[in-house]
Nanobody, 122 residues
Framework: VQLQASGGGLVQAGGSLKLSCTASGRTFSSYTMGWFRQAPGKERNFVAT????????VYADSVKGRFTISRDNAKNTAYLQMNSLKPEDTAVYYC????????????????WGQGTQVTVSS
């Protein structure tokens, strides 16, 4: 499985962005999909996951109520809608896939996208 992330950019605090992660391969619909983020000099941290069916989602406390993860298995694409962005959301965002739990560590991820930069100005 190869993952291609897109949608990052520069936005003012309070603004919104929507990230997309498109996967190649026919097994996309069987995988849990997720997003992690990594700020400069910091560890890669869990942001959100969605089960293969889209029924179950889990969010980091820091983004709960502001971010929404979704997926369209017909398009082999997962999304992360980010609203009410804050400067502390600034990071490289990575999409992730695999047979992982809904609150995985980075070590549980089987496949990574290349990352997309999100910068939130104050």
């Amino acid at each position: 499985v190869q993952l291609q992330a897109s949608g990052g950019g520069l936005v003012q605090a309070g603004g919104s962005l929507k990230l997309s992660c498109t996967a190649s391969g026919r097994t996309f619909s069987s995988y849990t999909m997720g997003w992690f983020r990594q700020a400069p000099g910091k560890e890669r941290n869990f942001v959100a996951t969605i089960s293969w069916s889209g029924t179950n989602t889990v969010y980091a406390d820091s983004v709960k109520g502001r971010f929404t993860i979704s997926r369209d298995n017909a398009k082999n694409t997962a999304y992360l809608q980010m609203n009410s962005l804050k400067p502390e959301d600034t990071a490289v965002y990575y999409c992730a896939a695999g047979g992982m739990s809904l609150r995985p560590s980075p070590y549980d991820v089987s496949y990574w996208g290349q990352g997309t930069q999100v910068t939130v100005s104050s």
